[in-house]
């Protein structure tokens, strides 16, 4: 009898030990299958979603991506999936994710709509269905993390836009509101933050290290005081703040040089007609002076551009043409500006030797681009070629360039809806 209850003993352990075994290997393949990374809720309905966030009184963390959108991807394939990302956001969120052109994700789309400003777009809302953070963009683990700890932690966009709006103004506050609007890709609000701060900045704060690392990226306008100061003081700076002068310089002129082009480079209205230039001789004063201090090595060429520019103004057409040629021998990259130099000559001017010297231009630089076999990017000025013949009268080669332009213009077309089919 004692033999039969130890026989039984045994094949109870042995079955308490086979059972086991089979869920730990469930528990592992579950494990395996379900990854480290975020565990997601995918199309559930949103008042469900809402439910548990009450019942868990727990914030949501809502993805919203599209099928055809590449960062969306790379989110989901190289951020989401990571273990540290996983451990953090499935113990304090309920994590959904939304495709915002299908189904429940389409519903969500026109709810949230005014705070999805592009894919992907990531949202902190709390158990009442309200937004608290927002990032948008791929991001990085670290940051992401940091990102919707503070929203969770009363520090998100939205915390920092209600305090902004009630007066707070400490630099330690600034610095954080503007990594919450960089999460968020609002560069606009940036913008008019650090615009509204440097308007009320003494220049002689540029000489503090805090406040220099605070402005030194947002100082961009050659028309401000600042701009200006920093480059009547650049050695000052470098040497008291031991900074880059090259960095500082090299920012500078990509920012005058900018400015420059704004103004000299051709116009055009939303249906592609070009605009007449408009008399801004202040301006390119201003910016001549500034240019004329740092003496960079690209300042040559600006300035023959706004020469040029006051004599397209002033109709002048010989003497474009003059300083025109002159660019173009000693500046290595001027055929963008003097495409543009030519379709308004196209418009404005009315000599016709002065336009067949013109032509004669475009057609070398066609020629030249033609023969260029080390570039894989090739530009063509087939418009401006049609817009010349067509000038001087010579319409059948109008009509050539004019098709050419728009088979051109088709393919390019073309290669970028096959380029969306294939992101889908």
Request: hydrophobic fraction near 35%.
């Amino acid at each position: 009898m004692s033999g039969k209850i130890e026989f039984f003993k045994m094949m109870d352990m042995k079955r308490v030990f086979v059972i086991g075994m089979l869920l730990c290997l469930y528990l592992s393949v579950y494990s395996q299958s379900v990854g480290d990374g975020i565990h997601f809720l995918e199309g559930e309905k949103w008042e469900k979603i809402l439910q548990m966030a009450q019942k868990q009184n727990k914030y949501i963390f809502m993805d919203c991506y599209t099928v055809w959108c590449g960062p969306c991807k790379a989110l989901s394939k190289e951020i989401f999936t990571k273990k540290e990302v996983g451990d953090f956001f499935n113990a304090n969120f309920i994590n959904v994710k939304y495709d915002m052109e299908k189904g429940e994700g389409e519903k969500l789309h026109a709810r949230y709509g005014e705070n999805i400003i592009g894919f992907p777009t990531l949202l902190l809302i709390n158990k009442k269905g309200e937004i608290v953070h927002r990032m948008a963009g791929f991001q990085k683990a670290d940051v992401l993390i940091a990102g919707m700890r503070a929203g969770m932690e009363g520090k998100g966009l939205f915390d920092y836009q209600n305090r902004y709006d009630n007066g707070e103004r400490s630099l330690a506050f600034l610095k954080e509101y503007i990594n919450a609007l960089k999460g968020a890709f609002l560069k606009d609000d940036i913008k008019k933050l650090m615009n509204d701060y440097l308007k009320n900045l003494p220049l002689e704060k540029l000489q503090e290290q805090e406040i220099w690392d605070f402005v030194s990226e947002y100082i961009k306008d050659p028309y401000s005081p600042h701009f200006s100061y920093v480059i009547s003081n650049m050695d000052k700076l470098a040497r008291k703040l031991k900074l880059d002068r090259y960095a500082i310089e090299k920012s500078l002129h990509w920012q005058l040089d900018k400015a420059v082009n704004v103004i000299v480079r051709l116009k055009k209205d939303e249906k592609g007609r070009i605009l007449p230039y408009t008399d801004e001789t202040a301006k390119l004063d201003s910016l001549k002076a500034l240019i004329d201090r740092t003496g960079y090595r690209g300042a040559e060429g600006q300035r023959l551009k706004m020469k040029i520019y006051g004599y397209e103004l002033a109709g002048d057409w010989n003497k474009v043409y003059e300083y025109l040629t002159v660019g173009r021998d000693i500046v290595r990259v001027f055929d963008g500006y003097t495409n543009d130099v030519l379709q308004y000559a196209a418009l404005q001017c009315s000599d016709s030797e002065l336009l067949e010297k013109f032509l004669l231009m475009a057609e070398e630089m066609q020629k030249k681009e033609e023969s260029n076999t080390k570039s894989n990017f090739k530009v063509n000025y087939y418009d401006t070629l049609a817009m010349l013949y067509e000038k001087v009268g010579d319409k059948e080669n109008a009509r050539l360039y004019r098709t050419k332009y728009e088979e051109e213009r088709k393919e390019i077309e073309k290669e970028f809806e096959q380029l969306l089919k294939r992101d889908k």
